[in-house]
């Protein structure tokens, strides 16, 4: 999600294969038009998406989307690629830190550009996806900190007095 935004950051794409059209046989030819009808539906991202995400992961988002779509209801249904969408264009996340505190916390830095519109929640569930639950958080206005009531949902709890000590602290390293 954050390598799309670097600079002159371009997608790999596949070589398209050169067909000889003039010098096939019928069969051939009819096989490579298969190959070709064929390609037209094939997904970039659906590809990405299944050469990034581990099964484990995928498994997660597809559970946490069954719930989030019987919520939905009539009103749409998300597939778990919508979530990688979303987070590669829409959310415009911005990894600034990543650090290791022990064996089981650490810290995740990120800014956003489109945050609140869009919510955190698919980040948070991604996060959790690969089994990094999200304990806190700093939405850019208060420090929340999380207690996860289910494996998908949350109560967020608002640390005034931490929100107030981190925005004095950041003030104070510009």
């Not at 590669?88 to 990894?95: G, K, N, P, R, T």
């Amino acid at each position: 999600m954050d390598m799309v935004r670097q600079p002159g950051f371009r997608f790999e794409e596949k070589e398209p294969t050169l067909v000889d059209w003039e010098n096939l046989s019928k069969e051939e030819t009819d096989e490579a038009y298969e190959k070709l009808i064929a390609s037209l539906d094939e997904d970039p991202a659906q590809e990405r998406y299944q050469s990034l995400m581990p099964g484990y992961a995928n498994a997660f988002l597809e559970r946490y989307l069954g719930v989030d779509n019987e919520k939905l209801g009539v009103l749409g249904v998300q597939e778990t690629l919508s979530i990688f969408n979303y987070l590669e264009y829409d959310f415009e996340v911005y990894l600034t830190r990543l650090e290791k505190q022990n064996e089981n916390f650490g810290v995740i830095e990120y800014s956003t550009d489109n945050f609140p519109y869009g919510g955190i929640d698919r980040f948070l569930m991604v996060l959790k996806a690969f089994d990094l639950v999200p304990s806190e958080c700093f939405d850019g206005f208060t420090i929340f900190d999380f207690e996860w009531v289910t494996d998908f949902e949350y109560d967020a709890i608002d640390l005034p007095e931490k929100t107030t000590a981190y925005i004095e602290r950041k003030r104070n390293e510009t």
